[in-house]
């Protein structure tokens, strides 16, 4: 709690003397060799939204629904249906084909509530259900544990890319810069919705859609504290009377959704301008946590959201091809 608190002033302390922001450092794609992956379908899913699939063992995915927060469902490699369930209430259980001294943590986030799930002697509890006490205006579109009750979130706000709050708290700490250090950009990036964040061990990623940006925070000593942030094209927009435009023909979209893995991160990557259109398949892009740009995969169609198995051989992801039509789907990875 009192690390908490030193945050918060810490952050009070920036913000009225003022912390002078470093520029991205700028990485090019363009040397990296290009990749084609071939996609293997393995399931349908339920909903009209590409929920999130969570790698469980190296053979059980498990799947949110961004609709219903007591759906789980549960796909084994090999299998040609997705099993359901709901779970609604503390201490509901399903047995899982998992080993018997096999021990897992896990979470899923919708809307205002974070349901906790452990896994322990074959059987999938629910543990918690986690309602935070956000304003209307202040609620996050992602978040991530850092310690114990302290969360990172996404959402509107422009105050810092990151809100920091607790379980049972109204109140948040903001921090966290913007990739362009400018009040309508700060207010264009928060209301896009587009950001994503993930996080490993003390290593938290956030990119976002708007731009090609990627930064990597540490949390550490109750403060989270920039390591490095990097920048995968160059910015064409223009600022006239506190609102940003970007050029449609020039400007290139960024990153989407992100997993981290011992060694790398992957992330979905755009790359397109406004011009090109909405029908154009997006590509995964690999770093090392140095935030150094290691491979170019192109796919065959439009992925939402990502997870990789523990050996890195198999990427999995969520996507919709057509209206009211989701799958879970797998690529088979190159050895980096």
Same mark, same amino acid.
């Given at each position: ?31 990296? /060799? ?232 992957? /992330? ?69």
């Amino acid at each position: 709690m009192k690390r908490h608190y030193m945050l918060i002033l810490s952050i009070l302390l920036c913000s009225f003397w003022g912390c002078k922001q470093k520029k991205a450092e700028r990485v090019s794609l363009e040397n990296i /060799t290009r990749q084609e992956l071939a996609m293997e379908q393995l399931v349908r899913l339920p909903g009209q939204s590409p929920p999130t699939p969570y790698l469980l063992t190296d053979s059980i995915i498990l799947i949110s629904h961004p609709e219903s927060s007591s759906f789980l469902g549960v796909y084994l490699l090999g299998d040609s249906v997705l099993q359901r369930h709901s779970l609604k209430k503390r201490g509901d259980q399903i047995s899982i084909p998992t080993k018997s001294d096999f021990q897992a943590s896990f979470q899923f986030f919708n809307q205002k509530t974070l349901a906790i799930y452990q896994v322990q002697n074959g059987l999938l509890t629910l543990d918690d259900f986690i309602r935070f006490n956000f304003a209307n205006d202040r609620s996050p579109f992602q978040l991530v544990q850092l310690k114990n009750d302290l969360y990172a979130c996404l959402g509107n706000y422009t105050e810092g890319i990151f809100a920091l709050c607790e379980r049972k708290k109204k109140e948040m700490a903001y921090t966290g810069d913007f990739p362009i250090d400018e009040p309508a950009a700060h207010a264009y990036i928060a209301r896009s919705g587009s950001g994503q964040i993930a996080k490993r061990e003390n290593q938290l990623i956030y990119a976002t859609g708007v731009l090609g940006y990627i930064a990597s925070y540490e949390y550490k000593w109750g403060r989270l504290k920039k390591q490095w942030e990097k920048q995968v094209s160059d910015y064409h927009y223009t600022i006239k009377e506190d609102n940003i435009t970007f050029d449609p023909d020039r400007h290139l979209s960024g990153f989407g959704d992100i997993h981290i893995t011992d060694k790398h991160i992957y /992330t979905i990557y755009w790359g397109q301008t406004k011009s090109m259109g909405l029908e154009i398949p997006n590509s995964i892009v690999v770093f090392d946590r140095k935030g150094n740009p290691l491979a170019y995969y192109l796919l065959p169609d439009q992925m939402s959201s990502i997870t990789v198995d523990s050996r890195e051989e198999y990427l999995y992801a969520t996507y919709s091809p057509l209206i009211n039509e989701c799958y879970l789907v797998r690529f088979k990875l190159p050895v980096l």
